[in-house]
């Protein structure tokens, strides 16, 4: 496990958000209409709801919970969709907020908001193929959160008997046959956005593609 302070990780939180706005900022109109890697959800509803706690208060996101019959799922599907109807230039003044910075997700800490903004960071700079990958620092603590049993039931990711290792920082994790990739790779493999086929070193172990 990676030892960073709750002070460095709000630090890392902090500027993933900023080189994100950066890049969104960046990028033209026919790039907010791309899709992301978040199916059915264009760059743009990506961007709304990574922004979603710079704009929404807490009851307003328990009503909007209430109203989707309190399916998490549901509600963040129709607050994103909704909030990509906002200006383009809000979507990344939200990015750039400092209530978003603060913001820390119900149960995850700011290891969790770190996780939301590599990730969905992720979902917009690989399907546009922008030569961005995240610092090897911040890296090794999403990986490490993505690798716990909570977030891999989530993303319902089965990684048991291999051992996952990163080609281009210090990371691995599990044992067994090797799945050898590059870390921004094995984050997308560990959050469900890409599959396990392609990256052993050698064979796969049964049960595994």
Known sequence: MTAVTGRELSR???AELSDL???V???DAHDWEAPSLCAGWRIREVVAHITMPARWSGPAVLAGLARSGFRWNV???RAARGDAQLATNDLITGLRS???????PPGGGVQGALVHAVIHGLDVTVPLRIDRQPPPERLRVVLDALAAPASLKHFGVDIAGIELRASDI?????????ANADAQTLALVLSGRRQLAGLWAGQPPSGHP
Not at 98 to 104: F, G, V
Not at 170 to 178: E, H, I, L, M, R
Request: glycine residues 10%.
């Open 12 to 14: 890392e939180v902090a």
């Open 21 to 23: 706005a950066g890049i």
């Open 25 to 27: 900022a960046a990028l």
């Open 75 to 77: 509600f963040a599907d």
């Open 98 to 104: 400092d209530r978003l910075a603060k913001w820390r």
């Open 170 to 178: 210090d990371w691995a994790y599990g044992s067994g046959p090797v």
